[in-house]
């Protein structure tokens, strides 16, 4: 599968192989996060969220892996398909003046190969 | 079910115009939030209701004008818009305002201003 260690904008990943998606966070005292995903001409659309009190939760084909010492997210696609194509966006939920905000990364554009 | 619904999909307006962005739910949350997303990048907040009361307000200039008429609706009035105010507008609802819960995305409204 192709990975990136780091944020990167993009990733074009070969139909069928996995893929993992990277996030870093900002605020230590978020406590939920969750992985969207927006195709072209729609709104975000829920994939798989975590608690803070999880390490890792599974989906169907997806895994969200979160590791609070790094401020760490990931997203797992296993058997990448042409419907993956997409930006995918990590967002976190953190304590704000007595509220509470959803705060999304910069996103990062899924293209699938055939 | 998880869906919102928004009109219209798309909107051109002059930047003396009036014009009002709609979005409806009918998950009984009592949640509701307006977004701007511009082009390639994430969303960002711009108003929170909760019970149909204006909890968050992102500093958005006064032309645009939120409304909660009720708990399935949510309205974004717009007057005298700038160029610069073109985007996605998206809006967004979840069962409660909380630290862990999950708000669902509606399509958007893709807005230009003339």
């Known amino acids: 599968g192709e990975s990136v260690g780091l944020h990167l904008p993009t990733l074009s990943v070969q139909e069928g192989d996995n893929s993992i998606i990277n996030c870093a966070y900002s605020?230590?005292?978020?406590?939920?996060f969750i992985w969207y995903k927006q195709e072209s001409g729609k709104g975000p659309q829920f994939i798989i969220d975590?608690?803070?009190?999880?390490d890792k939760r599974q989906g169907q084909r997806v895994t969200v892996l979160l590791n609070k010492t790094v401020k760490h997210l990931s997203l797992q696609i296993a058997a990448t398909q042409p419907g993956d194509s997409a930006v995918y966006f990590c967002?976190?939920?953190?304590?704000?003046?007595?509220?509470?905000?959803?705060?999304f990364g910069a996103g990062t554009t899924v293209t699938v190969r055939a | 079910d998880t869906e919102v619904t928004q009109t219209p999909k798309h909107l051109v307006m002059g930047m003396t115009n009036k014009k009002s962005l709609k979005c409806e739910q009918h998950?009984?949350?009592?949640?509701m939030y307006w977004y701007k997303q511009k082009a390639k990048k994430p969303p960002e907040l711009m108003f929170v209701?909760?019970?149909?009361?204006?909890?968050i307000n992102e500093s958005v200039p006064s032309r645009f004008s939120p409304e909660c008429p009720n708990s399935s609706l949510l309205n974004l009035h717009l007057h005298a818009l700038q160029p610069e105010d073109s985007a996605l507008y998206l809006c967004?609802?979840?069962?409660?305002?909380?630290?862990?819960?999950?708000?669902?995305f509606g399509p958007g409204t893709r807005l230009l201003v003339l």
């Open positions: 967004a609802s979840s069962q409660l305002r909380g630290a862990q819960e999950t708000q669902y």
């Open positions: 605020n230590s005292a978020s406590d939920y």
């Open positions: 975590i608690r803070s009190n999880m």
């Open positions: 967002a976190e939920t953190y304590p704000s003046h007595n509220d509470y905000k959803l705060s």
């Open positions: 998950m009984g949350h009592r949640a």
């Open positions: 209701y909760s019970y149909e009361k204006l909890s």
